[in-house]
């Protein structure tokens, strides 16, 4: 068993060993932090994944570095070796999970057929949370499959289950779009929606997804970046996140709409960003834009979800 702790403003993960699950023994420090990478080191999960070791915690205290490590707190992995008797062998440096502005406190477990499957807690804590005000407060991820990719990096796809909630297809009939925006969905409640963009011949600075008044999910191709954007003065959540891209790969993307949650799937799973929104009950559509230039895309629709 791991345990998530801290000696002074050291974040650490411990191990204990039992032989009965009743009786435990501490067996001392499986890893710990280094300069700048937390004071504590909360909800520790330890697997196997193919041929490698995968730690996963949540570190508080992490400074924030350009693009990475935006939030009050962090949820992310360190790859290595571990042999049982032995101390984790690190390879390569922390890595966050998901870069979205609410994603905590990951923990995973294994299918019978064998895939790890990871949930989270999309909910920054200590940061505003509006639905206190209903008697509640924060929810789960959709249950996402880890993956290792070539280059030993996690990936995380909604798991295949997933695909049972879907109910009816709406293709939508948009090919090119030039200096302008399209509303497809009056009323989106809950819909998973499908977008491949041909970023080849893209050539609008800004092109993406608006939900409502209060978020954007578009590509800035000047910083060559996925952009994660809410807007919700009223409740004090504002701000973006984004991920790095490729210049001219084509981009997928699997989106997830709920009553108050935004999952974005990048092309299956290279990047994930997960975010709480707080749209108006009138103002709830979706709608399709591209500005100085044009998009073009090559599949764009959504599933309704039951």
């Not at 497809?184 to 970023?199: F, G, N, T």
Request: a negative charge; charged letters at 25%.
């Amino acid at each position: 068993m791991i345990v998530g702790a801290r000696l002074g403003d050291v974040g650490q993960v411990r191990l204990y060993r039992s032989a009965d699950l009743r009786q435990w023994q501490d067996a001392g420090v499986l890893d710990e932090a280094e300069k700048e990478m937390g004071y504590m080191w909360e909800c520790p999960d330890f697997f196997a994944l193919n041929d490698r070791r995968v730690l996963m915690f949540s570190p508080q205290g992490m400074a924030a570095q350009g693009y990475q490590n935006r939030n009050l707190f962090q949820s992310g992995y360190l790859l290595g070796d571990w042999q049982p008797g032995g101390t984790f062998v690190r390879e390569g440096e922390f890595v966050e999970m998901d870069s979205g502005h609410d994603f905590y406190a990951p923990q995973s477990f294994l299918t019978p057929d064998g895939r790890r499957i990871v949930i989270g807690w999309l909910d920054m804590w200590e940061s505003p949370l509006p639905e206190q005000q209903d008697g509640w407060a924060g929810m789960l991820s959709l249950p996402r499959e880890l993956s290792l990719s070539a280059d030993s990096r996690l990936q995380m796809r909604p798991a295949k289950e997933v695909e049972s909630l879907r109910g009816a297809w709406f293709p939508w009939p948009v090919s090119t779009l030039k200096n302008q925006q399209t509303m497809l969905v009056e009323k989106c409640e809950a819909m998973e929606v499908i977008l491949r963009w041909d970023s080849a011949n893209c050539s609008a600075e800004q092109y993406g997804l608006s939900f409502g008044d209060g978020l954007r999910v578009y590509v800035d191709a000047q910083m060559q970046r996925l952009v994660l954007e809410r807007h919700y003065p009223q409740h004090g959540l504002c701000g973006a996140r984004s991920v790095p891209l490729t210049a001219g790969a084509p981009l997928s993307l699997r989106i997830f709409f709920d009553s108050s949650s935004v999952e974005v799937f990048v092309n299956e799973g290279e990047a994930c960003l997960s975010s709480r929104i707080y749209p108006d009950a009138d103002r709830r559509e979706l709608t399709l834009f591209a500005w100085s230039g044009s998009a073009s895309l090559s599949e764009a629709g959504a599933w309704q979800l039951e």
